[in-house]
C-alpha cells in the first residue's frame, strides 16, 4: 500500500466576509441580547450530544463527565449571514477536500467545517494545513453562493460541526484564553474552555456556549491527540490512502 502523507502548509486566502462577535463573562450572559427573544430556549443538550457524538466521546477521555449541559450559554444574539462569493463545485479545492463537507438535512446547502484548510496534492502526496486563523464556511447550493459563518483568530480552534435542523448550525471547539483576558473570563490563570456557536440561519440568531475549563498545565499533561487530525485520518484512509498527520 502508497504511503501518503498529510503535512502542515501553507493556506492560500478565501475571499470572504468573516462573520465576528465579542463574548461575556463567565456564564453570565448578556441581559440586553437574551430579552430580545432571541435563541432564549436554546437546544435541548441530548440533541447536540447526539449530532457531535464524535467530538463528545473524544474529550470524554479526559473530561469523563462532559455532557452537553456541561456547557453554559454566554451570549446570543442577532445574525445575518449573506454568502458573498460564487461556488464552484468544479474547482479543485473543492473536490479535494469534499470529503469534510457535511450537507444539511434537505440537501441545499454544504459546511465546510475547516474552511481555513487547505488539501492538495504535491510530490505525489496530499498535504493538509491551516492559516493561523479559524472558520467554519458555508455553500449555498441553489444559491450557487458560498462564505463564512464563523470565522476567528489562532486561540480558537473549531473542531466539528453538524446540523441540528435544515437551517441551524452548531459548531464545536476549543479555545485558549489568555491570563487576564478582559472581555472573556477575566482569569488569574490561563486555560482551555471548550466551546459550542449555535447558529440559526432561519431566524438570524448566534448563541455562544462555554465550558467547561481546563487548566493549561492540566491540558498539557493529558497530552491530547489532535481531534481534526484524528478526524481527517479517517476520512482520508481508504484500501488506497494510508495516511500520517503531523498533529496541529
Not at 55 to 80: C, I, N, V
Not at 161 to 175: C, K, M, N
Amino acid at each position: 500500500m502508497r504511503i501518503v502523507s498529510l503535512e502542515m502548509s501553507a493556506l492560500l486566502s478565501v475571499l470572504v466576509i468573516p462573520a465576528s462577535v465579542q463574548g461575556m463573562e463567565d456564564g453570565v450572559g448578556d441581559p440586553g441580547l437574551l430579552d430580545a427573544g432571541v435563541e432564549k430556549s436554546g437546544t435541548p443538550p441530548a440533541l447536540i450530544e447526539s449530532k457531535l457524538k464524535d467530538w463528545f466521546d473524544h474529550w470524554r477521555k479526559w473530561l469523563p463527565d462532559l455532557t452537553g449541559e456541561s456547557l453554559r450559554r454566554q451570549y446570543a444574539g442577532p445574525y445575518s449571514f449573506i454568502p458573498p462569493y460564487p461556488w464552484d463545485p468544479d474547482r479543485s479545492w473543492v473536490k479535494l477536500k469534499s470529503r469534510t463537507f457535511i450537507p444539511s438535512p434537505d440537501s441545499s446547502m454544504l459546511l465546510d467545517p475547516y474552511v481555513t484548510m487547505e488539501i492538495f496534492i504535491k510530490d505525489g502526496r496530499v498535504q493538509w494545513g491551516f492559516d493561523v486563523d479559524v472558520g467554519v464556511g458555508l455553500a449555498d447550493l441553489k444559491a450557487e453562493k458560498f462564505g463564512r459563518i464563523l470565522y476567528t483568530g489562532p486561540s480558537m480552534v473549531y473542531e466539528e460541526a453538524a446540523w441540528l435542523a435544515d437551517s441551524i448550525v452548531v459548531v464545536a471547539g476549543r479555545e485558549y484564553v489568555f491570563k487576564g483576558d478582559p472581555p472573556l473570563y477575566r482569569p488569574d490563570s490561563s486555560f482551555y474552555v471548550l466551546t459550542l456557536d449555535i447558529i440559526d440561519l432561519g431566524a438570524d440568531s448566534l448563541s455562544h456556549w462555554a465550558g467547561p475549563r481546563v487548566g493549561e498545565a492540566e491540558f498539557t499533561r493529558m497530552k491530547m491527540g489532535s481531534y481534526i487530525s484524528r478526524k481527517m485520518a479517517s476520512l482520508y484512509s481508504d484500501d488506497t490512502l494510508s495516511v500520517y498527520f503531523e498533529e496541529n
